[in-house]
């Protein structure tokens, strides 16, 4: 029988040293806990954090190949919720094409439906790169076809502010919102009492509201919108450093992750009130070259995406389409998988391959 057929891998961080047959080398798919920093350059920076030390929330799964990382897939289930969500998966590019990043994934699920989750979702941007090789490897793993989701907008605040404050219709309401309020995001018991009867409701199913969300809220951007002194939505907002805009790298970004209007009231355009508030302090303390960034869900908000493509389109920098797929785990994923899990401290950061991009197989 002739030998195997052997491929040189090049030294460097986070790849195997070493020849090896091109056939599935053996491997390692540690579920991480404490200090898992070491993993960190295979996902990107906002999540990147959250390795040092891992949260109870996070479902992070690395790697591992002759002792060294060489991949994760990390992702999200908040308490109370059945839903997990992959937020990126990645292998490092000496591994790639060997099958690993299939057997990462289902050994993420198996955390996952372990830890009491039965649907996977994962979504992205149509602009990802990489998001082929993701398209391919959650089809091999039988996730849905990818279906248009959302819309994520990116633009100048301070462009949209002055757009939007002459609009008809809209220019009367925000110059006096009458008994609507944006006040900064300080919850009372009945207000925390109305954000987890709001979360309850499948308008919000997909929501974590201001008590549950895992991301640092940026206090000067998130905001309660309140009717007659009482909660009735609320709007979130984190700092982002990721590079949003190609003519500055630097420039100051604010991603509004969540925004939430009781139904009753979605009618009187005081959504685009709560925006205009945030966006005109996101002007007075950073600059109108700030960008802002915000999703709507074609889901649960369709006149909110309506909205974005008749009036914000043309004032943005880009416009992209959010793709989601998932996947059902049955009760006995984790028994059929349990080898391929098995809990592991990572206390030591190390070097890897930096520019690992999100959701790269």
Not at 29 to 51: D, E, H, I, Q, Y
Not at 121 to 150: D, F, H, I, V
Not at 267 to 274: D, E, L, S, T
Request: proline share 8%; aromatic share 6%.
């Amino acid at each position: 029988m002739p030998p195997a057929t052997q491929r040189r891998l090049p030294a460097g961080p986070g790849e195997v040293p070493a020849d090896h047959p091109a056939t599935p080398p053996r491997a390692s798919f540690p579920v991480l806990r404490g200090n898992a920093g070491l993993f960190s350059p295979f996902t990107f920076g906002r999540v990147g954090g959250w390795l040092e030390p891992v949260p109870d929330h996070v479902i992070a799964v690395g790697l591992i190949v002759g002792a060294r990382p060489v991949g994760l897939a990390l992702g999200t289930l908040l308490p109370g919720r059945s839903q997990c969500e992959l937020l990126s998966i990645a292998v490092a590019p000496a591994m790639r094409r060997l099958g690993l990043g299939g057997r990462l994934l289902d050994a993420w699920q198996a955390e996952a439906s372990g830890r009491g989750a039965t649907e996977c979702r994962a979504n992205y941007n149509e602009t990802m790169p990489g998001r082929g090789a993701l398209k391919a490897l959650l089809a091999r793993a039988g996730w849905t076809a990818p279906r248009a989701s959302g819309l994520v907008v990116i633009g100048r605040v301070g462009k949209m502010v002055e757009e939007v404050s002459v609009w008809p219709g809209i220019a009367g309401r925000l110059a006096a919102p009458r008994s609507y309020a944006f006040e900064p995001l300080e919850l009372t018991a009945a207000d925390v009492e109305a954000v987890e009867r709001y979360l309850s409701t499948p308008e919000a199913a997909d929501m974590s509201g201001p008590i549950r969300q895992a991301e640092q809220l940026a206090d000067d951007f998130s905001i309660a919108i309140r009717r007659d002194g009482r909660l009735v939505g609320w709007l979130l907002a984190t700092e982002t450093r990721r590079p949003l805009v190609e003519t500055n790298t630097e420039v100051p970004a604010i991603r509004y992750l969540e925004a939430y209007l009781d139904p009753a009231y979605r009618h009187a355009g005081i959504m685009v009130g709560a925006y205009y508030h945030c966006y005109s302090r996101q002007v007075a303390r950073l600059g109108r070259e700030s960008v802002a960034v915000y999703y709507t869900s074609h889901d649960s908000r369709p006149r909110m995406v309506a909205l974005t493509l008749r009036r914000f389109a043309s004032l943005a920098e880009r416009v992209e389409t959010i793709f989601s797929a998932s996947a059902r785990l049955p009760a006995t994923f984790r028994q059929q998988l349990a080898g391929e899990c098995r809990a592991h401290p990572a206390h030591q950061r190390g070097a890897g391959p930096r520019g690992v991009a999100e959701l790269e197989i």
